[in-house]
């Protein structure tokens, strides 16, 4: 699959962006959307022209149920899985495909538009990432602040909760957390904290063993 240079990219964006608003009734706003998150990559950028196409259209939580909807199903599915990854399918193959796939799925015209212009522009195979990078977007207009506490063994109720009481007043006015706990036996004891997708507080017993062991080694 070719490549795009940052201008390319840039360009087709330009182009492309306009399709999302295709075909509805209603005039969309002319006012400028105030994206919540800054991304980057291919997913970022395809993502965020989706958030501004569908939060001018108000579609932002009817889009974002529909593409959690559409992830599920890709990542059940294999067969789908296969076909949006095929490099052997022609873009005009497979956005006629994608048309026909989500003609009678009541979805939304921003939904459909967005995934004939992913069609179009080859970008299909990264479906996934970027209804991952929307769904980022989403959860960061909500003020939401996803918080993952990872333990050897499942947390206490009690001690979850003075954690995430804690943890509160880091935020800012307005946000709110969405605490998760998951286990991980390898970490040994002690916990990991994971605030969105950049901040990452290492309290386990693996790592305090790590930082000992490497101390231990380089005194020798």
Do not use: C, W
Request: net charge positive.
């Amino acid at each position: 699959m070719a490549s795009f240079t940052s201008f390319n990219l840039a360009k087709q964006l330009l182009t492309s962006v306009p399709k999302l608003a295709r075909s509805y009734a209603p005039p969309a706003s002319t006012k400028a959307v105030k994206v919540p998150l800054a991304l980057h990559g291919i997913e970022g950028r395809y993502a965020t022209a989706l958030f501004g196409a569908a939060s001018k259209q108000q579609t932002l939580e009817k889009v974002e149920a529909e593409l959690s909807k559409i992830k599920i199903a890709i990542e059940k599915d294999s067969k789908i899985r296969n076909f949006l990854e095929d490099p052997s399918l022609s873009r005009k193959n497979k956005k006629a495909s994608i048309e026909a796939l989500l003609k009678d799925g009541k979805y939304s015209e921003t939904t459909k538009n967005f995934f004939v212009v992913l069609a179009e522009n080859g970008r299909l195979p990264v479906t996934t990432k970027i209804i991952n990078s929307f769904q980022s977007l989403m959860v960061a207009n909500r003020g939401e602040v996803p918080v993952t506490i990872i333990t050897a063994k499942d947390l206490d109720p009690n001690i979850l909760r003075r954690l995430e009481k804690s943890l509160t007043n880091f935020l800012d006015q307005g946000q709110k957390l969405i605490v998760t706990n998951k286990v991980n036996p390898l970490i040994l004891g002690g916990l990991v904290v994971e605030i969105g997708n950049d901040k990452t507080i290492d309290l386990s017993v693996s790592s305090k063993l790590a930082k000992l062991n490497k101390l231990l080694t380089d005194a020798i």
